[in-house]
């Protein structure tokens, strides 16, 4: 959510095919599944089917985080440390822990039928009236 970039690549197509339809739900973000399915690290697994292979994450892209967020890192007495120092440590981090997947897409979907839920009821008793009786 640092930047706003995954948010505003969500998208969805809804497929017709006779009386049945599909709604896709896609991103044009490169790392939209990295994020959706998580990413094991080189020591821990969260399940996921995509793996870290290196020691370290690319710092550059952690560094940029860093700023953006406004992070102050400290060592164990308490001292700030650079932000390379940080960048470091984190990308070292990650790529041993991995990244345990954020399900925005089915987040958004159990939120949007809980707001809905009356709505969609009635719309499916309409569609059963149509379609079935």
Do not use: C
């Amino acid at each position: 959510m640092a930047s706003g970039e995954l948010a505003k690549s969500l998208s969805y197509k809804v497929i017709k095919r006779g009386k049945d339809f599909r709604i896709d739900f896609t991103s044009s973000a490169s790392y939209a599944e990295f994020i959706h399915e998580g990413v094991n690290g080189t020591k821990i697994n969260v399940g996921s089917k995509f793996s870290f292979k290196k020691k370290m994450v690319n710092r550059g892209a952690i560094l940029k985080w860093i700023r953006t967020k406004g992070i102050k890192g400290r060592d164990k007495k308490g001292r700030f440390i650079t932000n390379d120092q940080l960048s470091f440590i984190m990308a070292r981090s990650i790529a041993q822990k991995g990244i345990v997947g954020v399900p925005y897409f089915d987040l958004g979907i159990e939120r949007a039928l809980k707001r809905n839920q009356k709505a969609l009821e009635d719309a499916m008793i309409k569609d059963l009236d149509i379609n079935i009786f």
